[in-house]
């Protein structure tokens, strides 16, 4: 570690040679928290298509999209 408090890799300790805790920065750890939250959601449509659930067409998750925007902005006293 360069200067202790940066991690640009995982940084891995073992114990008698076997992968013991591996230690990355928090940014780190939420971005693969993210990418396994949106691999998730991924799969589960990937199984309602082949199921053959009806799909939403692209105007209406804009639509949809801009509602609860609207609605989370009014929220917080934007607009």
Same mark, same amino acid.
Request: contains cysteine.
């Given at each position: 570690?360069?200067? $202790? /408090?940066?991690?640009?890799?995982?940084?891995?300790?073992?114990?008698? $040679?076997?992968?013991?805790?591996?230690?990355? =920065?928090?940014? =780190? !750890?939420?971005?693969?928290?993210?990418?396994?939250?949106?691999?998730?959601?991924?799969?589960?449509?990937?199984?309602?298509?082949?199921? $053959?659930?009806?799909?939403? /067409?692209?105007?209406?998750?804009?639509?949809?999209?801009? +509602?609860?925007? !609207?609605?989370? /902005?009014?929220? /917080? $006293? +934007? !607009?």
């Amino acid at each position: 570690m360069a200067d $202790g /408090n940066e991690l640009d890799e995982p940084l891995i300790v073992t114990r008698n $040679g076997e992968v013991d805790p591996v230690v990355v =920065t928090h940014e =780190t !750890y939420r971005s693969i928290e993210a990418r396994i939250k949106l691999q998730s959601k991924l799969l589960v449509a990937e199984k309602q298509v082949a199921d $053959g659930e009806e799909l939403v /067409n692209h105007d209406e998750v804009i639509t949809r999209m801009r +509602r609860k925007l !609207y609605a989370a /902005n009014e929220c /917080n $006293g +934007r !607009y």
